[in-house]
């Protein structure tokens, strides 16, 4: 079983101000990784995913995450924050096999000031 | 516009009664999952079809069921509901079922009172 620890429930920000998102992760065997946002009354919206390769990984908005295995984290990351980016964020594992179930962390909400 | 939407947008049901939400697939994709999202939580994988039959389910009773249609939409039935089923249910459809990337409706926010 995997599990996905996500350590800040809210991260404030001033706009234009560099974010960082962490994420840690939990498995037996080789993962998968994702970061999804959601907007307020929103589904999710897959941001990136690291399924091999290089450890850095850029996506949508501006944003980019590093796989880091020796500290099993995949913590995501923009430089430069807009009030637009502020909604909840969700990081994610599924297993590279088997079961495709994936299991999401508990949110981190980012809040971007002006 | 991810393509997928469900209904209703949002729900009041008594405890007790049963509810059917539904969801229409990205056009092509033949695997459909479903969520429940309750209150400052992430996502808790219910169960998947694929091509109709169920491919994988997670822990979550018997009285949370579900069908796909050979045109792949989907519903998810709630039997006897209960308060903590409060919750956003949301569905998500991919290619395959080993797709690494699923499309998300919108969500039905269900209140149960």
């Known amino acids: 079983a995997q599990s996905v620890t996500q350590l800040d429930s809210q991260v404030p920000v001033f706009e234009e101000a560099p974010v960082e998102l962490r994420c840690n992760y939990s498995?037996?065997?080789?993962?998968?990784l994702f970061w999804y946002v959601q907007y307020p009354n929103q589904g999710l919206q897959l941001l990136l995913k690291?399924?091999?390769?290089?450890?850095l990984v850029k996506g949508i908005n501006g944003f980019e995450a590093e796989f880091n295995k020796s500290q099993t984290s995949f913590h995501l990351r923009k430089p430069s924050v807009h009030i637009s980016d502020t909604a909840e964020y969700f990081c994610?594992?599924?297993?590279?096999?088997?079961?495709?179930?994936?299991?999401f962390g508990r949110g981190t909400s980012l809040i971007v000031h002006p | 516009e991810t393509g997928v939407t469900q209904s209703p947008t949002h729900l009041i049901k008594t405890r007790g009664q049963q509810v059917t939400l539904r969801c229409s697939s990205q056009?092509?994709?033949?695997?459909v999952s479903w969520y429940q999202q309750a209150l400052g939580q992430g996502p808790q994988f219910i169960f998947q079809?694929?091509?109709?039959?169920?491919?994988g389910r997670g822990n979550f009773p018997p009285r949370f069921s579900g069908l796909q249609f050979p045109n792949y939409s989907s519903e998810l039935n709630v039997n006897a509901l209960e308060l903590d089923d409060s919750a956003l249910y949301l569905c998500?459809?991919?290619?395959?079922?080993?797709?690494?990337?699923?499309?998300f409706g919108q969500g039905t926010r269900l209140t149960v009172v």
């Open positions: 994610a594992v599924r297993t590279t096999g088997g079961s495709y179930i994936p299991t």
């Open positions: 498995s037996s065997v080789s993962v998968y």
């Open positions: 056009s092509g994709h033949n695997t």
């Open positions: 079809y694929y091509r109709e039959e169920e491919n």
């Open positions: 998500a459809s991919s290619l395959l079922a080993q797709n690494t990337e699923a499309f």
């Open positions: 690291y399924l091999s390769g290089s450890t």
